[in-house]
């Protein structure tokens, strides 16, 4: 019996150097597709479809049938993990998640091991997606990181007045701050446990507002919890390989790299060629099209692909976006950047 | 006749290592001062302040009476130069400044070596904050820099939306972009010029939001931006050195540090001790105590300030905040905060 093809993705993770990186997009599912708005107007709330194994796992393929991705992402949210703890979640149109007042921390200590039981249909979600993907292209799970829960926790909602609250808060109520997010570490980690024993082929951390934490807080908040959640997959046997994705830490990222244990990085736009190139000698690096310049589309487009793909291929690189794509993204130019990573090489 | 003691201010900038670092507040003149905000009530508008020598020099040096700041820096804002380039400019109370249509492209380039002349009040604001402190304390004088200049000016106001719509046509409009980015370098040349022949002693540049872009369109639109203004403050003659802080930009700063040609950066709340340290090699660098942090106080304050100490003193180093003053800072944490760093070595 012929062994089935190593998916490109888990190759680059492993730390190969591949002819051409393998591709993906972060909020590749859902957002930006026609099929997906179809499927959401009809379904009604947004949880309805997270929450939805056959739904979700048709949300999560769609893009996969337009594009010629080398991985596909599960559909679901990072807030469901609060919800798991005990937090009110809702979604209010057009103005992203709402979270109701902070459970008390004794109460959700005490769910933290239960969360990935709570969440079991986002694994029913991995089984079908899994089962109707090909054996080539790789199937990623995913969390929230704690700091960027805690963001979102701490003042019910997201948006940047909510952070700047969150961000103050870890110095006037450090020891809440600390413990909520040891709280949400542990959680993700028996969130992520799960994905993977549903057959979660590579897990991605978002820590989506790692931006403007000064170094010992970074530690604290970011480093550790990350290194926390490696250490217990790593203890639950768990063997696929975690992208650690520390959106806006900026040189940080190095430290981050090092010391959190993850197997790869996700890099935002604003990384340097150099600095990627150094992270390569250690770990997989992920990145960092600016979505604002897949939106533009064109040949600033263009040039800027093959500029990533010849700075970075050199080393275990998977192109990706530095942040989500923006909903209005018009499909030709996703096509486009797509098509041109795909081509790579046989330029 | 006995020589006038250099300010420490200076003797940091030209890369001496001092007993204890200097220090200043970004931001520290106005906003949290109630003697500021007493004249703000009485003068009517924000820009009657601005552009009033007197009232401007008074605000200038109402911090120097409470704190014992090594430097000062002249009170006014950065959307005077658009202003001065022929673009309308309010402010709208509690809500920052508000600009009128982008003027023409050809129109401001033709006024860009006069802007200097036309922000002639605030030379007489340098000459009297000069004349009002003490030989042994700088005073600083400032522009806003071009990118964070036009981002305001592309959509007339400042904020996190704007600032992505700026970002996405730094694509869409490339060329309008960069025309913009290159006349408001002249047009802050020929003001920072102006500035330094009135008596500044050392001259700062705030890309306050240098966040978010890639390394080739930082590269465009702040290194390159930077690097032209300085050769213009050189070809002039200026002696007073530049402190540039290109706020945001992570990793970035290594390569800003390197080819701008600054003698000084300023670094921001995020900046990594072991990042500063490599930049103290060529640079002086200054910061990067989070405003949040300022007004939480505190002992977790003390410790930051020590551990900023502890990290930077060894090289040349201005102590600073990594961002402004936040307008409802106690001032008692302010003076704790001063007062530490006055005392450091002498504990």
Redesign the interface.
Known sequence: MAALPEPRLLKALKGEVLERPPIWFMRQAGRCLPEYHELRAKAGGFLNLVFDPKLASEITLQPMRRFAYDAAIIFSDIPVVPQALGQELWYQEGEGPRLGPLPDLDAMADRVNSVGETLASVGETVRLARAGLEPERALIGFAGAPWTLATYMLQGRGG?AAR?VA??RA??E?GLVERLVDILADATASYLIMQARAGAQALQIFESWA??????V?ERLVIQPHARIVAALKAAGVTAPVIGFPR????????YTLESGVQAVGL??????A?GQRLQRNVAIQG?L?P??L??GGE?LDR?VD?LLEQWSGGPYIFNL?HGIIPDTPIVHIERAVERVIAWRAR
Chains 1, 2 share one sequence.
């Open positions: 940047d700047t961000r103050s110095f006037t450090r931006e403007f934490l000064p170094e010992d970074f806006g830490a900026g040189a940080l990222v190095e430290r935002d736009v604003q990384a340097p060629a600095l960092a600016d604002l310049l939106r533009a600033v800027r500029q530095g």
